[in-house]
């Protein structure tokens, strides 16, 4: 069943909002709701349109199509696709850290934690870009709906005991030793632990 505005409003943290998409054939709409407020935006990007910008941007993802090698991010796409179906929404975001978004069309396929927030300096490297990762956690609901059932269900959980880890591979390559991300992997997809120990040691 729909779930009404008041009741989300309700369910949602003071830190978190519910950004719900409508993808149209010439224009979009975004739907921002938080706890105190809540905002409909016009997007003006259409389907056909949008389709292209997530394909593009989830070509430079896909490994297969690359013989393992990770091909250049089009930083530029994905700065002008958040100008597209993101930014209208940070005036209503204000404190928010927490974004569940409802996707639609090819938003659906979209991380949006991989979309540039600021426009990429002319040769930046990718720790140079401002990814909308480093300033929301994202979480995807099939449906506002869904906010419901996650809340009634989900129930507040703590571990019996503490628990920490800690991880330092052990790799043994010299300073500056690298290898495709083809030959990381065993023709079946699996990690190749000998491959990897030949990496030289993370920083840190």
Same mark, same amino acid.
């Given at each position: 069943?729909?779930?009404?505005? *008041?009741?989300? %409003?309700?369910?949602? $943290?003071?830190? !978190?909002?519910?950004? /719900? &998409?409508?993808?149209?054939?010439?224009?979009? &709409?975004?739907?921002?709701?938080?706890?105190?407020? %809540? $905002?409909?935006?016009?997007?003006?990007?259409?389907?056909?349109?949008? !389709?292209? /910008?997530? $394909?593009?941007?989830? =070509?430079?993802?896909?490994?297969?199509?690359? %013989?393992?090698?990770? @091909?250049? &991010? @089009?930083?530029?796409?994905?700065? !002008?696709? &958040? =100008?597209?179906?993101?930014?209208?929404?940070?005036?209503?975001?204000?404190?928010?850290? $927490?974004?569940?978004?409802?996707?639609? +069309?090819?938003?659906?396929?979209?991380?949006?934690?991989?979309?540039?927030?600021?426009? @990429?300096?002319?040769?930046?490297?990718?720790?140079?870009?401002?990814?909308?990762?480093? =300033?929301?956690?994202?979480? *995807?609901?099939?449906?506002?709906? /869904?906010?419901?059932?996650?809340?009634?269900?989900? +129930?507040?959980?703590?571990?019996?005991?503490?628990?920490?880890?800690? +991880?330092?591979?052990?790799?043994?390559?010299?300073? +500056? /030793?690298?290898? *495709?991300?083809?030959?990381?992997?065993?023709?079946?997809?699996?990690?190749?632990?000998? %491959?990897?120990?030949?990496?030289?040691?993370?920083?840190?």
């Amino acid at each position: 069943a729909p779930l009404p505005l *008041s009741e989300a %409003q309700r369910l949602l $943290r003071p830190d !978190e909002a519910m950004l /719900s &998409y409508l993808v149209g054939e010439r224009e979009s &709409y975004l739907w921002v709701i938080r706890k105190d407020r %809540q $905002r409909l935006l016009r997007l003006p990007i259409g389907r056909e349109e949008l !389709e292209q /910008s997530v $394909r593009g941007l989830r =070509r430079a993802l896909d490994l297969t199509e690359t %013989q393992g090698q990770l @091909p250049a &991010y @089009p930083a530029d796409l994905a700065h !002008e696709l &958040y =100008r597209a179906v993101f930014a209208p929404a940070v005036p209503t975001l204000g404190g928010a850290t $927490r974004l569940l978004i409802v996707a639609d +069309g090819a938003l659906q396929s979209m991380p949006f934690a991989i979309l540039v927030a600021e426009p @990429p300096a002319a040769g930046a490297g990718l720790n140079d870009l401002v990814w909308l990762a480093k =300033r929301y956690a994202f979480s *995807s609901l099939p449906s506002e709906a /869904s906010l419901k059932a996650m809340r009634r269900f989900a +129930g507040q959980r703590q571990a019996p005991a503490p628990f920490v880890g800690f +991880g330092a591979p052990a790799f043994k390559g010299g300073a +500056g /030793s690298t290898r *495709s991300l083809a030959a990381l992997y065993t023709p079946r997809g699996l990690a190749d632990v000998e %491959q990897l120990s030949e990496l030289a040691p993370l920083p840190d």
